[in-house]
């Protein structure tokens, strides 16, 4: 079975720091993506990147970059000089095709961040 | 181009009785997936739905259920509703194998 663990239920931080949330998958799959996505206060999904397990490079993207490491199933996201607008819950997600057109998403509980002035 | 919208946003309704809530994806997407998402259980995959067939389908009783149209708009529909399907639903749409993208959901609150 398919599982997401985001171990950080709530981040607190000033502005301008750094801050890293952590993200583990279980999967027996060989074949996956993993996904960040940003939950703000209005509730809607946003969509920040996605990668497939076959490509393990590390991408940096202006404030944000990420770190996925296959050898200990996780996929970890960096914010480099957090600010307030930062501030939202986000879920790290793993995709795998199970028939359908698209890939089902599993996530993870989602961490709180909240990034103070 | 416009985002994912759906309607209504919010809805308060009783137990017992049914729902329908709407999704209109991105126009050029055609596939559509659903999500419940709860403070206890988070969120879970309800269904997917592309060419007007369901593809894929959550662990969720028979009371859920869905359908696509022809312009790949989506319909759920909860029926007999109890107080634990309060929750917010997500619609999501995307190409095939291309990342999803939701919209801001519909907030049903069952009293």
């Known amino acids: 079975a398919q599982k997401v663990t985001q171990a950080q239920t709530e981040i607190s931080v000033v502005e301008k720091e750094d801050v890293t949330l952590d993200c583990v998958y279980e999967?027996?799959?060989?074949?996956?993506?993993l996904f960040w996505y940003k939950q703000p206060p209005s509730g809607e999904l946003v969509f920040l990147i996605r990668?497939?397990?076959?490509?393990?490079q590390n991408e940096i993207s202006g404030r944000y970059s990420w770190n996925f490491q296959k050898s200990t199933s996780s996929f970890n996201f960096t914010i480099t000089a957090s600010q307030v607008v930062d501030s939202a819950v986000y879920f790290c997600?793993?995709?795998?095709?199970?028939?359908?057109?698209?890939?089902?998403?599993?996530f993870g509980k989602g961490t709180l961040l909240t990034v103070n002035p | 181009k416009a985002g994912v919208t759906q309607t209504p946003r919010y809805l308060i309704k009783t137990r017992g009785q049914q729902v329908t809530l709407s999704c209109s994806p991105i126009?050029?997407?055609?596939?559509v997936s659903w999500y419940q998402q709860t403070p206890g259980q988070g969120l879970q995959f309800l269904f997917e739905y592309f060419s007007e067939t369901q593809r894929n389908k959550g662990n969720f009783p028979g009371r859920f259920s869905g359908r696509q149209f022809s312009n790949s708009r989506s319909e759920m529909n909860v029926s007999t509703l109890e107080l634990g399907d309060s929750a917010l639903y997500l619609c999501a749409s995307s190409r095939p194998g291309i990342e999803q993208y939701f919209g801001p959901g519909t907030r049903l609150t069952v009293t």
């Open positions: 997600a793993l995709g795998l095709n199970s028939g359908g057109s698209n890939y089902k998403l599993t």
């Open positions: 126009s050029g997407h055609r596939s």
């Open positions: 999967t027996r799959d060989t074949t996956y993506y």
């Open positions: 990668r497939n397990s076959f490509d393990e």
